[in-house]
């Protein structure tokens, strides 16, 4: 493997992975927020009494989840220019349909959360009268996300690897400027080893981060 690995790309280049490195990190916090936040709205429309919010939400999750994240990624990227958004570039087009996309995933794994807590909580929350909606926030939704954090967990590793996405509309990712590398110094094994290693350093603390969740929930 040493005698593989050309050590010398990954010093010479270093300011380049780097700033690829970044961007990475960038578009994965940002889509890890919203697509939080949004996934937890969905999961709420999807129980929701309200039939409207309910088959909103439903159609939202079947559609996303059955095409291709790069599909909505060249949507969102062909399309925002002709619709005036000339602010949508590729990094934001990239991190709009990861976050849209992982939405997705996320809304089912709390869905299955809040469906997993006694249905007592709710009558309980609403007869001391709070609304649908606070005892949504305040009692159900904090016990389900207990209950989630292992399929989180891996919607958020899940999303962090998808984000390799933007480099096909040139999103200043890691991808993106590996491919950069890869064209100056016609290597492409070496150059690509050392992208897969940046990931590693984002993906592994996240994994035994999750792990540590699990065991401290559980005690």
Do not use: C
């Not at 040493?2 to 790309?9: F, G, H, R």
């Not at 780097?18 to 990190?25: A, I, P, Y």
């Not at 927020?33 to 429309?45: C, E, K, P, Q, Y």
């Not at 649908?132 to 962090?160: D, E, K, S």
């Amino acid at each position: 493997m040493e005698s593989l690995l050309q050590w010398n790309i990954l010093f010479e280049h270093w300011d380049t992975y780097m700033q690829g490195f970044g961007n990475t990190v960038k578009a994965s916090l940002i889509a890890l927020v919203a697509s939080f936040i949004l996934g937890a709205v969905i999961a709420v429309f999807r129980i929701s009494p309200v039939k409207p919010l309910n088959w909103f939400g439903a159609a939202y999750v079947e559609f996303l989840r059955n095409i291709p994240l790069l599909l909505i990624v060249l949507l969102i990227f062909l399309a925002g220019p002709n619709f005036g958004l000339s602010f949508i570039d590729g990094f934001v087009a990239g991190t709009l349909a990861l976050s849209i996309y992982t939405s997705a995933f996320i809304a089912e794994a709390i869905r299955a959360g809040i469906q997993a807590v006694p249905k007592g909580q709710m009558e309980a929350g609403r007869s001391s009268g709070l609304t649908y909606i606070q005892t949504m926030r305040y009692i159900i939704l904090p016990q389900a996300l207990r209950i989630v954090i292992p399929p989180l967990g891996n919607q958020f590793l899940n999303l962090v690897k998808n984000s390799s996405v933007l480099g096909v509309v040139a999103g200043l990712d890691l991808m993106y400027f590996g491919d950069i590398i890869s064209s100056q110094v016609f290597v492409t094994f070496s150059v690509y080893i050392f992208v897969a290693m940046f990931y590693l350093v984002l993906t592994i603390p996240i994994s035994f981060g999750v792990r540590y969740l699990e065991k401290r929930l559980a005690r």
